[in-house]
T-cell receptor, first 113, second 116 residues
C-alpha cells in the first residue's frame, strides 16, 4: 500500500527565508507527484506537477524535485512571503487505480512579517 | 463557472439523517474524484467516475456511502444514516482527460459536514 509522509509537520520562518519541504513515498510505481497548497477553509490549489520521467519543475519562486527511485520529493520556496502561509500537501498519482491521488498529511507553513 | 463548484459549503445534520453533497466539475472534464479530509489530515480517496461510469469505489468507507454521476457532469455523494465519524470535509476534483495521466486534478472548496 502506498504511503506518503511529509516532514516537518509544521514550520515557522521569518519573511525572506528560503525553505524546503520534504515528501517521501513508499512505492515508486507512480505516474506523477503533485504539490498542492491549501488555505484554511478552502480546497486545494495545484502548484506543481512532476511527471515520473522528470526530475524537477519550476514555477516562479517554487521549485519541486523528484527522485523516484528513492521515493523522495522536495518543494523549495525561495524568498518566502507572509502570503505563502498555508498548508502544503504532497500527493502521488498511482499507476493502478485510475490515477487516484494518495496524499501526505501536509506541512503547515507560517511566514512571519 | 471556471472552477469546480461544491454545494452546500457547510452542512450540519443530526446523527441518523441522510445527506446529499453536490459537485459541479469544470465543464467538459471527463474524470471526477471524491475525497474525504478529516481534520488535520490529508484527503483520502473515496471514488472515481469517468464520464457517467463509476470505475473505482474502493475508498467508500461503508455501504452507507453512495455516489452517482448520471449524465457525466454533476455528481452527488450521498451518505445514509449519518454517524459522527462521517464528520469531515468532502472534496470533489475533476480533470480533463482520463487517458492523459499527467493532467492535474482541480479541486473545489469542499463541503464541511458536521454530524451532531
Amino acid at each position: 500500500k502506498q504511503e506518503v509522509t511529509q516532514i516537518p509537520a509544521a514550520l515557522s520562518v521569518p519573511e525572506g527565508e528560503n525553505l524546503v519541504l520534504n515528501c517521501s513515498f513508499t512505492d515508486s510505481a507512480i505516474y506523477n507527484l503533485q504539490w498542492f497548497r491549501q488555505d484554511p477553509g478552502k480546497g486545494l490549489t495545484s502548484l506543481l506537477l512532476i511527471q515520473s520521467s522528470q526530475r524537477e519543475q519550476t514555477s516562479g519562486r517554487l521549485n519541486a524535485s523528484l527522485d523516484k527511485s528513492s521515493g523522495r520529493s522536495t518543494l523549495y520556496i525561495a524568498a518566502s512571503q507572509p502570503g505563502d502561509s498555508a498548508t502544503y500537501l504532497c500527493a502521488v498519482s498511482l499507476v493502478t487505480g485510475f490515477q487516484k491521488l494518495v496524499f501526505g498529511t501536509g506541512t503547515r507553513l507560517l511566514v512571519s512579517p | 463557472g471556471a472552477g469546480v463548484s461544491q454545494s452546500p459549503r457547510y452542512k450540519v445534520a443530526k446523527r441518523g439523517q441522510d445527506v446529499a453533497l453536490r459537485c459541479d466539475p469544470i465543464s467538459g472534464h471527463v474524470s471526477l474524484f471524491w475525497y474525504q479530509q478529516a481534520l488535520g489530515q490529508g484527503p483520502e480517496f473515496l471514488t472515481y467516475f469517468q464520464n457517467e461510469a463509476q470505475l473505482d469505489k474502493s475508498g467508500l468507507p461503508s455501504d452507507r456511502f453512495f455516489a452517482e454521476r448520471p449524465e457525466g457532469s454533476v455528481s452527488t455523494l450521498k451518505i445514509q444514516r449519518t454517524q459522527q465519524e462521517d464528520s469531515a470535509v468532502y472534496l470533489c476534483a475533476s480533470s480533463s482527460d482520463a487517458r492523459n495521466s499527467n493532467q492535474p486534478q482541480h479541486f473545489g472548496d469542499g463541503t464541511r459536514l458536521s454530524i451532531l
